[in-house]
Protein backbone atom coordinates (compact mmCIF):
# COMPACT_ATOMS: atom_id res chain seq x y z
CA UNK A 1 0.00 0.00 0.00
CA UNK A 2 1.01 3.50 -0.57
CA UNK A 3 1.82 5.62 1.80
CA UNK A 4 3.77 8.13 4.13
CA UNK A 5 4.35 6.85 7.82
CA UNK A 6 5.08 9.69 10.17
CA UNK A 7 6.42 8.51 13.64
CA UNK A 8 5.47 9.35 16.75
CA UNK A 9 1.77 10.01 16.28
CA UNK A 10 2.05 12.06 19.72
CA UNK A 11 4.64 13.61 21.46
CA UNK A 12 4.55 15.50 24.84
CA UNK A 13 7.96 16.99 25.72
CA UNK A 14 10.04 19.46 27.39
CA UNK A 15 11.71 22.86 26.30
CA UNK A 16 15.38 22.20 25.19
CA UNK A 17 15.08 18.54 24.73
CA UNK A 18 16.31 17.34 21.09
CA UNK A 19 13.47 15.59 19.25
CA UNK A 20 13.25 13.53 15.79
CA UNK A 21 9.58 13.35 13.89
CA UNK A 22 10.70 9.96 11.37
CA UNK A 23 8.83 10.60 8.05
CA UNK A 24 8.81 7.21 5.11
CA UNK A 25 7.44 7.05 1.80
CA UNK A 26 7.13 4.31 -0.13
CA UNK A 27 6.20 5.38 -3.47
CA UNK A 28 9.93 6.20 -4.56
CA UNK A 29 9.08 9.92 -4.39
CA UNK A 30 11.89 12.74 -5.54
CA UNK A 31 9.64 15.41 -3.73
CA UNK A 32 9.62 15.63 0.22
CA UNK A 33 7.87 18.07 2.11
CA UNK A 34 7.19 19.20 5.60
CA UNK A 35 4.14 21.25 6.55
CA UNK A 36 3.16 22.57 10.19
CA UNK A 37 -0.87 23.35 10.80
CA UNK A 38 -1.95 25.39 13.00
CA UNK A 39 -5.88 26.85 13.94
CA UNK A 40 -6.95 29.72 12.11
CA UNK A 41 -3.43 29.87 9.72
CA UNK A 42 -3.94 26.46 7.66
CA UNK A 43 -0.99 24.54 6.36
CA UNK A 44 2.61 26.27 6.63
CA UNK A 45 5.64 24.09 4.43
CA UNK A 46 8.67 24.18 6.80
CA UNK A 47 11.47 22.46 4.52
CA UNK A 48 11.33 20.59 1.41
CA UNK A 49 13.66 18.26 -0.62
CA UNK A 50 13.24 18.09 -4.46
CA UNK A 51 15.71 14.86 -4.27
CA UNK A 52 18.55 12.95 -2.09
CA UNK A 53 20.55 15.77 0.04
CA UNK A 54 18.81 18.51 -1.69
CA UNK A 55 16.69 20.84 1.14
CA UNK A 56 15.39 23.96 1.46
CA UNK A 57 13.75 26.55 3.30
CA UNK A 58 10.29 26.62 3.14
CA UNK A 59 8.28 29.65 4.79
CA UNK A 60 8.47 28.82 8.02
CA UNK A 61 11.97 27.11 8.86
CA UNK A 62 13.41 28.85 12.30
CA UNK A 63 13.78 26.48 14.93
CA UNK A 64 13.83 23.91 12.37
CA UNK A 65 16.28 20.92 10.46
CA UNK A 66 15.86 18.22 8.16
CA UNK A 67 18.36 16.02 6.28
CA UNK A 68 17.52 13.67 2.73
CA UNK A 69 20.15 11.03 3.24
CA UNK A 70 18.02 8.37 1.52
CA UNK A 71 15.43 8.70 -0.66
CA UNK A 72 12.48 7.04 0.99
CA UNK A 73 13.15 9.04 4.41
CA UNK A 74 13.07 13.03 5.31
CA UNK A 75 13.24 13.28 9.36
CA UNK A 76 11.99 16.46 10.54
CA UNK A 77 14.64 17.65 13.91
CA UNK A 78 14.02 20.04 17.05
CA UNK A 79 17.28 20.88 18.13
CA UNK A 80 15.96 22.88 20.96
CA UNK A 81 12.15 22.79 21.16
CA UNK A 82 10.16 25.42 22.10
CA UNK A 83 6.28 25.97 22.91
CA UNK A 84 5.78 28.22 20.18
CA UNK A 85 6.65 24.85 18.15
CA UNK A 86 3.93 22.90 19.97
CA UNK A 87 1.78 22.13 16.46
CA UNK A 88 0.33 19.37 14.57
CA UNK A 89 3.00 18.35 11.94
CA UNK A 90 2.54 16.74 8.11
CA UNK A 91 5.05 15.28 5.97
CA UNK A 92 4.27 15.05 2.51
CA UNK A 93 5.69 13.45 -0.47
CA UNK A 94 5.49 13.57 -4.64
CA UNK A 95 6.92 13.00 -8.05
CA UNK A 96 7.33 16.41 -8.70
CA UNK A 97 7.02 19.36 -6.77
CA UNK A 98 4.08 20.94 -8.67
CA UNK A 99 1.50 19.71 -10.74
CA UNK A 100 1.59 16.15 -8.77
CA UNK A 101 -0.59 16.26 -5.68
CA UNK A 102 1.23 15.52 -3.00
CA UNK A 103 0.59 12.31 -0.29
CA UNK A 104 0.33 13.10 3.10
CA UNK A 105 1.31 11.19 6.02
CA UNK A 106 -1.58 10.99 9.14
CA UNK A 107 0.29 13.71 11.55
CA UNK A 108 2.26 13.97 14.25
CA UNK A 109 0.78 15.63 17.26
CA UNK A 110 3.32 17.44 19.12
CA UNK A 111 3.29 19.23 22.69
CA UNK A 112 6.09 21.47 23.86
CA UNK A 113 5.74 22.21 27.60
CA UNK B 1 4.40 34.79 -4.55
CA UNK B 2 1.12 33.48 -4.51
CA UNK B 3 -2.31 33.06 -1.92
CA UNK B 4 -4.68 31.32 -1.47
CA UNK B 5 -7.89 32.79 0.80
CA UNK B 6 -11.04 30.47 1.38
CA UNK B 7 -13.71 32.79 2.57
CA UNK B 8 -15.58 31.64 5.74
CA UNK B 9 -13.65 29.32 8.56
CA UNK B 10 -17.23 27.40 9.03
CA UNK B 11 -19.56 26.63 6.78
CA UNK B 12 -23.00 24.84 8.40
CA UNK B 13 -25.25 23.32 5.91
CA UNK B 14 -28.34 21.05 6.38
CA UNK B 15 -28.03 17.17 5.03
CA UNK B 16 -29.68 17.06 2.07
CA UNK B 17 -28.53 20.51 1.31
CA UNK B 18 -26.07 21.90 -1.25
CA UNK B 19 -22.27 22.82 -0.44
CA UNK B 20 -20.69 25.67 -1.68
CA UNK B 21 -16.92 26.12 0.05
CA UNK B 22 -15.25 29.16 -1.64
CA UNK B 23 -11.81 29.44 -2.39
CA UNK B 24 -9.84 32.52 -4.13
CA UNK B 25 -6.20 32.42 -5.59
CA UNK B 26 -3.75 35.42 -6.16
CA UNK B 27 -0.96 34.81 -8.26
CA UNK B 28 0.64 36.34 -11.62
CA UNK B 29 -0.22 33.00 -13.61
CA UNK B 30 -3.27 31.05 -13.35
CA UNK B 31 -2.40 28.49 -10.81
CA UNK B 32 -2.15 24.61 -10.63
CA UNK B 33 -5.43 23.85 -7.61
CA UNK B 34 -6.18 21.53 -5.58
CA UNK B 35 -8.77 20.86 -2.71
CA UNK B 36 -7.87 18.69 0.41
CA UNK B 37 -10.09 16.69 2.95
CA UNK B 38 -9.37 16.36 6.26
CA UNK B 39 -11.06 13.68 8.72
CA UNK B 40 -10.20 14.12 12.40
CA UNK B 41 -6.93 12.74 13.82
CA UNK B 42 -6.10 12.30 10.11
CA UNK B 43 -3.91 13.09 7.44
CA UNK B 44 -4.74 15.18 4.49
CA UNK B 45 -6.19 13.35 1.35
CA UNK B 46 -6.96 14.49 -2.03
CA UNK B 47 -10.31 15.19 -2.96
CA UNK B 48 -9.77 16.73 -6.82
CA UNK B 49 -7.40 19.03 -9.02
CA UNK B 50 -7.34 21.39 -11.74
CA UNK B 51 -3.94 21.54 -13.92
CA UNK B 52 -5.17 22.12 -17.61
CA UNK B 53 -8.13 21.36 -19.60
CA UNK B 54 -11.54 21.07 -18.37
CA UNK B 55 -12.34 24.04 -16.02
CA UNK B 56 -15.58 21.61 -14.17
CA UNK B 57 -13.29 19.25 -11.94
CA UNK B 58 -14.81 16.44 -10.62
CA UNK B 59 -13.53 14.55 -7.54
CA UNK B 60 -14.66 12.49 -5.35
CA UNK B 61 -17.26 11.27 -2.98
CA UNK B 62 -19.20 13.42 -5.31
CA UNK B 63 -17.80 17.02 -4.97
CA UNK B 64 -16.75 19.21 -8.05
CA UNK B 65 -14.85 22.57 -8.53
CA UNK B 66 -14.93 24.82 -11.63
CA UNK B 67 -11.99 27.16 -12.09
CA UNK B 68 -13.10 30.30 -13.12
CA UNK B 69 -10.11 32.12 -14.52
CA UNK B 70 -12.10 35.57 -14.51
CA UNK B 71 -12.52 35.40 -10.92
CA UNK B 72 -9.66 33.66 -10.12
CA UNK B 73 -11.68 31.06 -8.11
CA UNK B 74 -11.83 27.53 -7.60
CA UNK B 75 -14.98 26.97 -5.22
CA UNK B 76 -15.86 23.32 -4.42
CA UNK B 77 -19.45 22.27 -4.63
CA UNK B 78 -21.53 19.30 -3.80
CA UNK B 79 -25.32 18.83 -4.86
CA UNK B 80 -26.19 16.81 -1.20
CA UNK B 81 -24.68 17.38 1.68
CA UNK B 82 -24.01 13.78 3.81
CA UNK B 83 -23.12 13.36 7.38
CA UNK B 84 -20.12 11.64 6.09
CA UNK B 85 -18.59 15.36 4.71
CA UNK B 86 -18.28 17.12 8.20
CA UNK B 87 -14.55 17.67 7.79
CA UNK B 88 -11.80 20.34 7.62
CA UNK B 89 -11.40 21.74 3.50
CA UNK B 90 -8.38 23.26 2.33
CA UNK B 91 -7.75 24.93 -1.10
CA UNK B 92 -4.05 24.80 -2.37
CA UNK B 93 -2.21 26.26 -5.05
CA UNK B 94 0.73 25.55 -6.73
CA UNK B 95 2.86 27.45 -9.35
CA UNK B 96 2.53 25.34 -13.16
CA UNK B 97 6.27 26.22 -13.75
CA UNK B 98 7.44 23.54 -11.83
CA UNK B 99 8.65 25.44 -9.27
CA UNK B 100 10.20 23.82 -5.36
CA UNK B 101 7.91 26.01 -3.52
CA UNK B 102 5.04 23.17 -2.74
CA UNK B 103 1.52 23.91 -1.90
CA UNK B 104 0.27 27.02 -1.06
CA UNK B 105 -2.62 26.65 1.21
CA UNK B 106 -5.66 28.15 2.39
CA UNK B 107 -6.68 28.47 5.84
CA UNK B 108 -9.52 26.08 6.04
CA UNK B 109 -13.06 25.94 6.29
CA UNK B 110 -14.98 23.24 8.77
CA UNK B 111 -17.90 22.05 7.27
CA UNK B 112 -20.70 21.54 9.49
CA UNK B 113 -23.37 19.22 8.93
CA UNK B 114 -27.18 19.70 10.58
CA UNK B 115 -29.04 16.85 10.56
Known amino acids: EAQVTQNPRYLITVTGKKLTVTCSQNMNHEYMSWYRQDPGLGLRQIYY???????DKGDVPEGYKVSRKEKRNFPLILESPSPNQTSLYFC????????????FGDGTRLSIL | AQSVTQLGSHVSVSEGALVLLRCNYS??????LFWYVQYPNQGLQLLLKYTTGATLVKGINGFEAEFKKSETSFHLTKPSAHMSDAAEYFCAATDPGGGADGLTFGKGTHLIIQP
Open chain 1, 92 to 103: ASSFRPSNQPQH
Open chain 2, 27 to 32: SSVPPY
Open chain 1, 49 to 55: SMNVEVT
